[in-house]
Each structure stands twice: as structure tokens, then as C-alpha cells.
């Protein structure tokens, strides 16, 4: 199995970015997904998450700005985000299973 994320990037508070995470080995229609993020010195947390019915939850701080979807027909996980804060600032993995994915780095800057 392998998760790959791409989409991050610096940007300026209040403007928005696109993560996607592309998967082999996996099927994402079939199993729980989910975004996490982890900023530095901090420990990783559960930013959105989607179950194989489409169920979707947020952590507190970011309903209404970030969107979790999946397109089943190109098995990839987005993770919208929109009006980023600098506490959006950090590293996001996109998960599947048990699989994780590398990472990808997003900024924010005030």
C-alpha cells in the first residue's frame, strides 16, 4: 500500500489550497479515510476524517473552511482548504487503513 500527498505549498492567511493524496494498493471507496496534520512540536491530529459510507467529520477548528471528498473513479482523497489561518500551518498526511502517507507541507503565513 502507498499513500502519496501532493497540494501543499506557502501561502498568505485567508487564501486556499487543494491536498490531494493519490493511493496504490488501496481503494479508498472501501475504507475509512482521513486527513491528519501535525505543526511542529506538536502532536498529530485528526483534521477531517470520512468513513466508506461518507460520513464526514472536522476537528472543531476547521469546519466550514475545509472539505473532505473523494473521487472514487481516480481513487484519490482531497482535502480542501479555504480562508487558511497561520495555525493551519504544519504537515498533512492523508490515511487509509492502517497506510499512511509522507506528508506534505503546508505554510501560512499572517
Known amino acids: 500500500v502507498q499513500l502519496v500527498e501532493s497540494g501543499g505549498g506557502s501561502v498568505q492567511a485567508g487564501e486556499s489550497l487543494r491536498l490531494s493524496c493519490a493511493a496504490a494498493?488501496?481503494?479508498?471507496?472501501?475504507?475509512?479515510v482521513a486527513w491528519y496534520r501535525q505543526a511542529l512540536g506538536k502532536d498529530r491530529e485528526l483534521v477531517a476524517s470520512?468513513?466508506?459510507?461518507?460520513?464526514?467529520n472536522y476537528l472543531d477548528s476547521v469546519k466550514g473552511r475545509f472539505t473532505i471528498s473523494r473521487d472514487n473513479a481516480k481513487n484519490k482523497l482531497y482535502l480542501d482548504m479555504n480562508d487558511l489561518k497561520p495555525e493551519d500551518t504544519g504537515d498533512y498526511y492523508c490515511?487509509?487503513?492502517?497506510?499512511w502517507g509522507q506528508g506534505t507541507q503546508v505554510t501560512v503565513s499572517s
Open positions: 470520512m468513513t466508506r459510507g461518507g460520513s464526514t
Open positions: 494498493g488501496i481503494i479508498f471507496r472501501v475504507n475509512d
Open positions: 490515511k487509509a487503513w492502517r497506510a
